[in-house]
């Protein structure tokens, strides 16, 4: 019989999967619930964005991507960062992926070495520390009160860093890129 991985041991279910079994479980109750589990938009996809995936689809792009992304896809999102939000970024800084987790997933793991620490602001999204703990790093946690606003003081960060840090994880909310591309 083959084993797993150890590295499975060292997380356990992903919390943002128990929430959304209860939530289904209660909404199957008739309880009505605020689903704050899988981060998924509170919106459907655009027509726009379906009627472009299905065209993509007909024009056979249904190969492997670029690790990054498409180029003309990055250049967009920067277009829209520059538009709405008076960003200025080049396509080279911009990666398109599946999703928050993967990516976050590749950087830790590309990043942090065992013992080796990231910093993460609290509240934080629950996978977050386990992407950590995978990579045998450990996290170094942050509080933030909502008095804060939730945001970290330059004291608190540079009470938070040591010689065995390597990471400083924060997020800013990007779920409306897509939605105006």
């Not at 250049?75 to 520059?82: L, M, P, R, S």
């Not at 396509?91 to 950087?107: D, H, R």
């Not at 830790?108 to 990231?118: H, Q």
Request: charged share 25%; net charge negative; aromatic share 8%.
């Amino acid at each position: 019989m083959q084993q797993l991985s150890s590295i499975l041991s060292r997380f356990s279910e992903p919390e943002t999967l128990k929430m959304a079994k209860l939530g289904r479980e209660l909404r199957a109750k008739g309880i009505d619930v605020i689903d704050l589990s899988l981060g998924e938009p509170d919106f459907d996809t655009p027509q726009h964005i379906k009627d472009a995936a299905k065209k993509a689809i007909d024009d056979n792009y249904s190969h492997y991507t670029p690790v990054a992304g498409y180029a003309d896809l990055r250049e967009a999102i920067c277009t829209k960062f520059k538009r709405d939000n008076n960003l200025d970024y080049k396509p080279e800084n911009i990666v398109a992926s599946t999703g928050a987790k993967q990516s976050l997933a590749n950087a830790i793991l590309a990043l942090v070495d065992e013992g080796e620490e990231v910093i993460i602001p609290t509240p934080y999204w629950v996978t977050y520390s386990e992407l950590v703990k995978i990579a045998k790093g450990k996290v170094v946690e942050v509080h933030t009160t909502l008095e804060s606003g939730f945001k970290v003081t330059p004291a608190q960060f540079e009470a938070a860093i040591t010689p065995k840090t390597k990471v400083f994880l924060f997020f800013i909310a990007m779920q409306s890129v897509w939605r105006s591309l």
